[in-house]
């Protein structure tokens, strides 16, 4: 018998399975966290890539820092306060300097759910804000990308004298990457910004861990650079969420500085398709909502063989994390009815999720655990479970003895590949 462990919100749920199946556990790479995270983050700092220096904005009036928002697990509490002291040793009042949070096409936080982010301190001292991509009055537009994505950002951010951005650097299922820019480029842009930029994603390059050639990321590298993005502060995390390796500096130089070192963590690769995989998106908050955790989807699917089943291991606590999407999908009677829906109306963000999920769930079978209401699921196209025995003892009778199952419990975060 093998035992996993595979993350589900907060906890973590038990897998035990046959030791006739061929049983394989597809995780990143173990990295030991740095031991002293502050000092990496003021080492980052004092030693930023690319010739970009925060001593040459000493002069700066007003500072915008883009951060995330609570669906992704960013360590604020590292990486913020070295920063901020470093800004504030320039002699640059706190009063002059604003937290963004990039929300992109998410609802806007509200400002009670802040502290979910950042701590105590820092929400004394500074002035947060977040960033709502429906209010044009707060948007200023800078053009168009050669690929002609209209650059709208907040016009906070955009008409600070320097702009940085913080998050993590990670795998994206079409974007590549995350990390650099794409925390102001798209979590501070506007509505329509957003939506030409991922429409991109339907072209074949738009991949995950692609980068130098991949058009949806160069465009949202192009409009960083209409925007004016001066620095970024990047980490790299383990799948336990502690800084690996800090990154600091001109954006474009950090990408290509922390693409490898990702590459080198959470690249996997694989002999063969799988019959069965399990997947987690990684817990909270990679699994807060559907919107989120379709990206382990997509991570299983590209190693599971058609006509082959994917359990989806996610909680879901907030529900899809998109009307649009939910109110798009409600009523279709197939995932294939879906694709060809989506075909005939062209790309939009919310209805774009239920493509994706369609997309890798019409040639397999999509088993989901999840503390969604089972109504709401099956409205989702998809077959609900209220755990994991229940969903295994489903998928586990039409398996041959010799079947081949693998396990993703950082999904999100993991880069399977196949030999």
């Known amino acids: 018998m093998s ?23 597809l995780a990143p790479a173990r990295a030991e966290p740095v031991a002293d995270p502050p000092g990496a983050v003021r080492e980052a700092l004092d030693s930023p890539l690319g010739g970009a220096r925060l001593a040459d904005f000493a002069h700066a009036r007003s500072v915008a820092i ?31 300097i604003t937290l963004v949070v990039a929300t ?24 947060v804000i977040s960033h709502d991509a429906a209010a044009a009055a707060d948007l200023i537009s800078l053009g168009k990308t050669r690929l002609g994505t209209p650059v709208q950002v ?41 939506n030409q930029n991922h429409a991109l994603m339907l072209d074949p390059r738009s ?50 500085a922390g693409v490898p070192l990702v590459l080198q963590l959470y690249q996997v690769r694989v002999a063969a398709p799988f019959d069965l995989l399990i997947a987690s ?20 699917a590209r190693v599971t063989r058609q006509g082959g089943t994917v359990i989806l291991v996610a909680a879901c606590l907030e529900g899809t994390g998109s009307p649009s999407y939910e109110n798009w999908v409600t009523g279709m009677p197939s995932h294939q009815a879906v694709l060809e829906r ?12 239920a493509f994706q999920i369609a997309r890798d769930a019409a040639p397999r079978r999509l088993l989901l655990v999840t503390e969604m209401p089972p109504d709401l699921v ?29 396990i993703m419990p950082w999904a999100n975060a993991t880069i399977p590949t196949l030999a």
């Open 104 to 127: 992109g096409l998410h609802a806007p936080m509200p400002e009670a759910e802040f502290v979910q982010i950042l701590p105590a301190d820092i929400l004394a001292r500074y002035r």
């Open 207 to 256: 991949d995950l861990a692609r980068y130098d050639d991949n058009p949806a990321r160069q465009d949202v590298e192009e409009a960083g650079r209409m925007i004016g993005i001066h620095f970024a502060l990047n980490a790299v995390i383990n799948e336990n969420k502690q800084v690996v390796r800090v990154l600091a500096g001109e954006p474009q130089a950090v990408m290509r």
């Open 154 to 194: 907040n016009r906070l951010f955009g008409q600070a004298d320097l702009r940085v951005v913080v998050g993590n650097l990670e795998p994206h299922q079409f974007m590549g990457f995350s990390g650099g820019v794409k925390t102001a480029a798209i979590g501070l842009g506007g509505r329509d910004t957003i």
């Open 281 to 300: 998106p990684g817990g909270h908050p990679k699994d807060i909502n559907l919107y989120q955790a379709q990206k382990a989807l997509g991570h299983a």
């Open 378 to 406: 099956r409205k989702l196209l998809l077959t609900p479970f209220p755990n994991l025995e229940a969903a295994l003892a489903t998928a586990l009778p039409s398996l041959a003895p010799a079947a081949r199952i693998g």
């Open 342 to 353: 989506f075909q005939r109306e062209g790309f939009r963000i919310g209805p774009h999720k």
């Open 66 to 96: 883009a951060i995330n928002d609570k669906t992704r697990p960013v360590p604020h509490a590292v990486l913020l306060p070295p920063l901020l002291h470093a800004l504030e040793g320039l002699g640059i009042a706190p009063g002059a």
């Open 3 to 25: 035992e996993f462990s595979i993350p589900y919100g907060r906890t973590k749920l038990t897998i035990l399975l046959n030791g006739a199946f061929q049983t394989e556990l």
